[in-house]
């Protein structure tokens, strides 16, 4: 009898460690999901106000603010690899799965980057804030495509009033808005790819810079020889330093929120992500309209208007995938 009740004790015993050994396991990925949100929302906040930073940068070329981004970012993701995180980023060059989500990934988000620069410089911010409204939607049909994700009534009607948003614009206002549209699916894209991945943040935005380096190299001799480079002309005012230090800082402006973001898709659900992520637009948005003077005609309105729409049912459908969880 006495060896029954010890064998009946340490069965209980063993059902409570295991049943402690779970719920650590819950509350370890909680805060693994919570430490990803708060990446999301500073990955989005910084992309948000990154329009004002690259006002500042109105008198540099775009060619050379793409390249100059390329290398600093670089740099200081190695920096980080090397001496900071110590880790081998080398190594998932050589890795041929690495290498297959990476190459795409960095050629992905550095022609993401360059059209980005382009309609900062040309002023298109509104419409490159159009292009992220519309990237979670995007994501959406990238889930139904490539992870098998099945769309719910909320997300059709949510691509349906996002759809009706682009062609109103389109047939409005006058031009086809291909900047949007090619910043969504790119970086729409680039996301899944990540996510496909799910390689350690910092390496892979390396690795990216790595691949998108001889590009960037090209671009920046090609500006010197044309005798248009900021960063290396012999002017030595004052001014041109400060240009200097801002193209230094084109580095940490890119790498930074990157590897928020990176570190969010491998921690986060897809559906909050898309919440979060409605904050950089949002931002972006009111910068090149009340602070850059940007024009906002019937037809943005109109657009954005659906797009918002969109937004609204997305949200409610991801906080109600949420509460169902639970």
Known sequence: MKSFLEGKNGFGEGASERKNEMESEVEASRAEAGRGALAAVGCYLLWGFCPL??????NVGSIE?????????LVLTVVACKFILKVDFVGLLRDARARRFLIPSGLLIMLNWSLYIVAMVTNNVVEASLGYYINPLVSIVLGLVVFRERLTPLQIAAMV?????????TVNYGSFPWIALVLAFTFGIYGAVKKRGGYPAVPTI???GIVALPFAIVAL?????AGQSVFFSPDMSLEAWQTRVLLVLTGPI???????????ANKTPLSLIGFIQYISP????????LVLGEPFTSAHAVCFACIWAGAVLVIAD?????????
Do not use: D
């Open 161 to 169: 009033l996002s759809a009706a948003g682009v062609i109103y614009f």
């Open 221 to 225: 001799v090609a500006v010197a020889i």
């Open 282 to 289: 949002t931002i972006s948005l009111l910068s090149g309209v």
């Open 65 to 73: 603010i793409i390249g100059q981004r390329i290398v600093w970012s």
């Open 318 to 326: 991801a906080i109600r995938k949420q509460v169902r969880q639970r």
């Open 206 to 208: 390396a690795v990216e």
């Open 254 to 264: 890119t790498a930074v929120p990157l590897i928020l973001f990176a570190t969010a």
């Open 53 to 58: 930073f690259w006002a500042l940068l109105n």
